[in-house]
């Protein structure tokens, strides 16, 4: 039997680890026969072309990561179909491809973002909630779209470049919600930080190999939370300065996790469950 195949695409992609995700619920619920989960590594240059073909070559499904969920959405608004998730976030990063060949692009990072809060904070709400975000990047679009679904009061963003932030606060004017755009430099002060109950770094500061996250967050309510959606390493400099204040702390592992649950159910017809042993072998592969 010729196996059907899903893979995630991206440049570079060797680092991914939605093939150990993936690999592994294939195995759980007996579809190793039937699928396999593999690495695409696919320049900006050569996506189109390749994205032309995939249907032909077998697969049923992708999964979009750096740099190319912007891409895909435009591919895909000219040749397929775009959930309304995809349309207000901006971006896809899981395209189911059909039987006929036709593409179906969704993003689940938001998803992803709030169902790992819930996991692991089950105490967390988020209705009528002061969220400050750090960053404007991609994440920060799918982030944001996730907290203002969940009805939260009021988003403060706080970029390094403050266009990027006042840019998402125009993408996001047209749905409900409250978007205020706090200076960089005005990230540590008590007036912009004394009201937050869920702080998250969505920056790519603190990342292994990037430069560290320069913020104090001493002044933070003792009842709030702080989140960070890099998971490399897992006990970042911000979480690691959050639990010494005594703060309720949520790392980045989950997001990754559950964007992919998402993706599995709609490749594989089946929806994967989060347990104990995947979360530890995720950890034991990102601790390398
Ligand atoms: P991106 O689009 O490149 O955005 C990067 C963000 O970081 C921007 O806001 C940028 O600010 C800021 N930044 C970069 N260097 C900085 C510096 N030296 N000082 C201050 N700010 C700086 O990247 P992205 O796609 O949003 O991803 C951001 C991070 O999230 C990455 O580390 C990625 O691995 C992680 N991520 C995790 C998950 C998960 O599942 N856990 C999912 C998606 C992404 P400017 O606007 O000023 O450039």
Redesign the pocket.
């Known amino acids: 039997m010729v196996k059907k195949k899903a893979a995630v695409i991206g440049y570079p992609v060797k680092h991914s680890l939605s093939p150990l995700l993936h690999q592994y619920w294939l195995k759980v619920y007996g579809l190793e026969e039937q699928y396999e989960y593999g690495l695409l590594e696919i320049t900006p240059e050569s996506l189109e072309t390749r994205l032309d073909v995939l249907a032909d070559q077998g697969y049923v499904g992708i999964n979009v990561t750096?740099p190319h969920k912007e891409t895909v959405f435009a591919y895909i608004e000219k040749h397929g179909e775009l959930d309304d998730v995809a349309k207000k976030i901006g971006a896809v990063n899981t395209v189911l491809i059909k039987s006929d060949g036709s593409l179906f692009g969704t993003n689940t990072?938001a998803y992803?973002f709030i169902h790992n809060l819930i996991h692991q904070q089950p105490q967390i709400k988020f209705k009528n909630k002061t969220i400050l975000v750090l960053?404007?990047?991609?994440?920060?679009r799918a982030v944001i779209y996730g907290l203002i679904e969940q009805q939260v009061k009021k988003i403060i963003v706080v970029?390094?470049?403050k266009e990027?932030a006042l840019a998402l606060q125009t993408f996001f004017s047209n749905l409900r919600s409250r978007i205020e755009v706090v200076d960089w430099e005005d990230r540590n002060t008590s007036h912009v930080l004394e009201n937050v109950d869920i702080y998250v770094n969505?920056?790519?500061?603190g990342?292994q190999g990037k430069?560290a996250l320069d913020v104090a967050i001493n002044v933070l309510p003792k009842e709030s939370f702080v989140t960070d959606?890099?998971?490399r390493p897992l006990q970042t400099e911000l979480l690691q300065q959050a639990e010494s204040l005594g703060l309720r702390t949520i790392d980045?592992m989950g997001?990754?996790i559950y964007?992919a649950v998402r993706g599995f159910e709609l490749f594989f017809g089946k929806k994967p469950e989060v347990t104990p042993a995947l979360r530890a072998l995720m950890k034991k592969h990102i601790a390398g």
Not at 135 to 140: S, V, W
């Open positions: 750096i990072d992803g960053g404007a990047g991609g994440a920060a970029n390094r470049t990027h969505s920056t790519s500061l990342m430069p959606i890099i998971y980045g997001m990754l964007q």
